[in-house]
């Protein structure tokens, strides 16, 4: 059976920022980023989808995805040989981290080490990929990100073309032959345990 598409929205707590998103994701099974989709439509007034935003009672999408990111890519050794799902935990690895640097929901965190976790981590997957550190965040996501869509899409010639800006062939192949990378898993178990604090508004 073919995995279904993937397709970038911003979130609307990070407007510069771009991220997957989708129905259903590769397991088949309702996707957290369908809550990112669903959330402009609930300005509009519909009454259905502000009733499933508030049972799910988060004002944040990201903190949805930050609370799965540990149980679909919290083992990193199994990246290995999977590139499209590489490129999707290394987009969320750059997507945390942003937040943490310049989200207002996520700049003040109850662990006071979640940004630095995050920063390291980003550190760490930048490495394995040979992206280098002065590449600008906003521009590993998108890269990242568009490269993941094509990927689940078989495109791999657009995928590289999306990692241009970042690499291009050479970060493509590498986003086969991962190692295991553990500041990263750690961040995502960070990420996840802090998107489980209670707060208000969120």
């Keep these: 059976m073919a995995r279904a598409g993937k397709v970038a929205v911003p979130l609307p707590t990070?407007?510069?920022l771009t991220i997957l998103a989708g129905g259903v994701t590769r397991r088949m099974k309702p996707?957290?980023?369908a809550v990112a989709l669903l959330l402009p439509l609930a300005a509009c007034g519909g009454g259905g989808v502000q009733s499933a935003i508030g049972q799910i009672g988060v004002a944040d999408p990201l903190r949805i995805v930050a609370r799965v990111a540990p149980f679909e890519f919290g083992n990193t050794e199994q990246l290995k040989g999977r590139p499209a799902e590489a490129a999707e935990a290394a987009t969320r690895i750059e997507t945390f981290a942003n937040a943490a640097e310049t989200d207002p929901y996520w700049t003040h965190p109850q662990n006071a080490t979640l940004l630095p976790q995050l920063q390291i981590a980003r550190r760490e997957f930048r490495a394995a990929l040979g992206i280098s550190?002065?590449?600008?965040n906003?521009?590993?996501m998108v890269s990242?990100?568009?490269?993941?869509?094509?990927l689940y899409a078989y495109n791999t010639p657009a995928a590289e073309a999306a990692l241009?800006?970042?690499?291009?062939?050479s970060v493509m192949a590498?986003?086969?032959?991962?190692?295991?990378l553990p500041r990263v898993e750690e961040a995502f178990q960070a990420m996840?345990?802090?998107?489980?604090?209670?707060?208000?508004?969120?």
Excluded: C, K, M, T
């Design 174 to 180: 590498r986003l086969s032959d991962l190692p295991r």
């Design 144 to 150: 990242l990100g568009e490269a993941a869509r094509a």
């Design 138 to 140: 906003e521009v590993a």
């Design 192 to 202: 996840a345990i802090e998107a489980n604090q209670p707060r208000l508004g969120r």
């Design 14 to 16: 990070l407007p510069r």
């Design 31 to 33: 996707s957290p980023f």
């Design 133 to 136: 550190p002065r590449v600008p």
């Design 164 to 169: 241009a800006p970042v690499g291009g062939a």
